[in-house]
């Protein structure tokens, strides 16, 4: 009897260890995935300028004016940079996720200067 109950609070601990380390940082891990934050970055245009080139031009075209993706050449009256971010991060539609690509602060320069471009 003494033994059933035992390995009962065994299980029960093992259960709820299980169920703490799937739910707690899974959520926590959905939830940057679905809002990632853009880091803090003064605008470098030539960084901006850089990564575009090597990352999004075959797609935008040279001179952003659309390709297979959209024109971004006036991307900042569809999106602030924030929502830039987001999208280059997550990527959409036909659009990669440039998440593994590109550093977030690389990101964030090129979402604040395709922001100025309105
Ligand atoms: C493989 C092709 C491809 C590459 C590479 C690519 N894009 Fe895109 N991009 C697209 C497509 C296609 C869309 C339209 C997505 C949709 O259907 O919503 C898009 C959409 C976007 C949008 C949203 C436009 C809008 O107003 O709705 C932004 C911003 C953007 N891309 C930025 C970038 C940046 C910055 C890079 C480089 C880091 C990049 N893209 C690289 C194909 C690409």
């Keep these: 009897m003494q033994k059933w109950i035992m390995s009962g609070l065994f299980f029960f601990a093992c259960a709820f260890a299980v169920i703490l380390m799937f739910t707690l940082p899974g959520k926590a891990e959905v939830a940057e995935q679905n809002n990632p934050t853009m880091p803090e970055v003064q605008l470098d245009t030539a960084s901006a300028e850089a990564t575009v080139k090597a990352s999004c031009i075959t797609c935008h075209g040279d001179q952003l004016q659309g390709n297979i993706g959209p024109s971004l050449q006036k991307e900042g ?4 940079a924030e929502e830039i971010y987001n999208i280059v991060t997550k990527g959409r ?16 320069h090129v979402a604040l200067w395709l922001a100025e471009k309105k």
């Design 93 to 108: 539609g036909q659009m990669p996720s440039f998440k593994d690509k590109l550093a977030p602060e690389e990101i964030a």
């Design 77 to 80: 009256a569809q999106h602030n």
